[in-house]
Nanobody, 123 residues
Framework: QVQLVESGGGSVQAGGSLRLSCAASGRTFSSYYMGWFRQAPGKEREFVAAIRWSSGAIYYADSVKGRFAASRDSAKNTVSLQMNSLKPEDTAVYYC????????????????WGQGTQVTVSS
């Protein structure tokens, strides 16, 4: 069974940076997309970024484009999210997720989720 474990959340002032990591484990791990999502209090979960595992193509939400950078280490089955120029509106619980098959879109089709890590940005 595939498990995802996030790390790296924390508190930072606006304009600061944080780096999140997600480690995938399990004998049957395979990925088509690895994604990052976030959920702020009282809001729905939203897409942040995704990496197509085979090609390394990366997709970003408009709200984070130019500030966040996703990356992967295929050898270690890990993905990371470098978050720069953080804003208070980036405050949320961040989740990594795995889509093992081609759902046709990097925004849906995820069936395994990590436990989440809190990111808090103060003004």
């Amino acid at each position: 069974q595939v498990q995802l474990v996030e790390s790296g959340g924390g508190s930072v002032q606006a304009g600061g940076s944080l780096r999140l990591s997600c480690a995938a484990s399990g004998r049957t791990f395979s990925s088509y997309y690895m994604g990052w999502f976030r959920q702020a209090p009282g809001k729905e979960r939203e897409f942040v970024a995704a990496i197509r595992w085979s090609s390394g193509a990366i997709y970003y939400a408009d709200s984070v484009k130019g500030r966040f950078a996703a990356s992967r280490d295929s050898a270690k089955n890990t993905v990371s999210l470098q978050m720069n120029s953080l804003k208070p509106e980036d405050t949320a619980v961040y989740y990594c997720a795995n889509s093992p098959r081609n759902s046709g879109t990097p925004y849906q089709g995820y069936n395994t989720w990590g436990q989440g890590t809190q990111v808090t940005v103060s003004s």
